[in-house]
Nanobody
């Protein structure tokens, strides 16, 4: 089993920046993808950005040019640098991991970290 530890959420004014970090701990055979999703009140959870093991990045259109996902010092960690934040970025942000455990597909989620952007 893998646990995901998230940090870096908080309150910021519009135009400001935050950096989210996620570190995986535990045993897993292979990590294929790590990334971030978010869920605003009354809305469905949506992809923000994800990074594959080959460092291919995918971003939601709404964050392109403002957010950057990167690998941590080791491949069991990812960071999300969020610049030029907007009130519509307010949401709970969840770290996500997908990979292989033994011979089976595996995925897990973090507990979530709140990001609030004031206008």
């Amino acid at each position: 089993q893998v646990d995901l530890g998230e940090s870096g959420g908080g309150l910021v004014q519009a135009g400001g920046s935050l950096r989210l970090s996620c570190a995986a701990s535990g045993i897993i055979t292979r990590i294929n993808t790590m990334g971030w999703y978010r869920q605003a009140p009354g809305k469905q959870r949506e992809l923000v950005a994800k990074l594959t093991s080959t460092e291919s990045a995918l971003y939601a259109d709404s964050v392109k040019g403002r957010f950057t996902i990167s690998r941590g010092d080791i491949w069991t960690a990812v960071n999300l640098q969020m610049n030029d934040l907007k009130p519509e970025d307010t949401a709970v942000y969840y770290c996500y991991l997908e990979g292989i455990l033994g011979t089976r597909p595996y995925e897990t989620w973090g507990q979530g970290t709140q990001v609030t952007v004031s206008s």
